[in-house]
């Protein structure tokens, strides 16, 4: 099946600092990919969706200046948290849509923390 | 808006059957999916099915769908302790705006 990674699985910062993620789609092309928060055992909260070349679409309640979201590549996006603050601690997971389109493949997931 | 609901814990006994319910309120989802997540890791796609099946099978997973009650559900037979996890139900239509469910999770007892 499609593989999907994200790099790193795991971040400690400190507060103030900006954290990249990056996301990739390592056999497949993925024209869309997003970026889902996760808090502690609750659900995936839909942040945003990339497009390839394109802006990225913000869910309500997210604020684009503070994730910025660049979709350089058909295998490559990148989520960065600018000015983490503790309150950002949190998993975020993105995704790739397959090929179908009906399937969205997930990477592992980045745990950060902001101290 | 468009809610999906389960059932937040499950536990069964090994060798058991699970079954995991789920609710969805959005009548034009064309697609609905289980995901497993594992602790500390990403979502796993498990199965999906289209919504104009009633019920899908793959090896000891069996999903099946109703589409009047809006209902989903996901059997796994002879449940193993690997089982243990997080499952999570989600619809979207035609692969855009994934909506998932809160996730049930499920406890396998030796």
């Known amino acids: 099946g499609a593989v999907v990674s994200q790099h790193p699985s795991r971040v400690i910062c400190k507060s103030g600092t900006s954290v990249k993620i990056e996301c990739r789609s390592l056999?497949?092309?993925?024209?869309?990919m997003f970026w889902y928060r996760q808090f502690p055992k609750q659900s995936l909260m839909l942040m945003a969706t990339?497009?390839?070349?394109?802006?990225?679409?913000?869910e309500q309640g997210v604020e684009k200046d503070k994730f910025l979201i660049n979709h350089a590549s058909l295998t490559l996006s990148t989520l960065t948290v600018t000015s983490a603050h503790p309150e950002d601690s949190s998993f975020y997971i993105c995704?790739?849509?397959?090929?179908?389109?009906?399937?969205?493949?997930f990477g592992p997931g980045t745990r950060l923390t902001v101290l | 808006g468009e809610d999906v609901e389960q059932s937040l814990f499950l536990s069964v006994r090994e060798g058991d059957s699970s079954v995991i319910n789920c609710t969805y309120t959005?009548?034009?989802?064309?697609?609905l999916y289980w995901y497993k997540q594992e602790p500390g890791a990403g979502l796993q796609l498990l199965t999906y099915?289209?919504?104009?099946?009633d019920m899908k099978q793959d090896q000891r997973l069996t999903v099946l769908l109703n589409k009047k009650d809006k209902h989903l559900s996901l059997r796994i037979a002879d449940t193993q302790t690997g089982d243990s996890a997080i499952y999570f139900c989600?619809?979207?239509?035609?692969?855009?705006?994934?909506?998932f469910g809160p996730g049930t999770r499920l406890s396998v007892l030796p």
């Open positions: 995704s790739a849509q397959g090929l179908a389109h009906n399937e969205q493949f």
């Open positions: 056999d497949f092309q993925a024209t869309t």
């Open positions: 990339s497009n390839e070349g394109s802006k990225a679409t913000y």
């Open positions: 959005d009548s034009s989802s064309t697609y």
């Open positions: 099915i289209f919504s104009n099946m």
């Open positions: 989600a619809e979207s239509i035609g692969g855009q705006n994934f909506v």
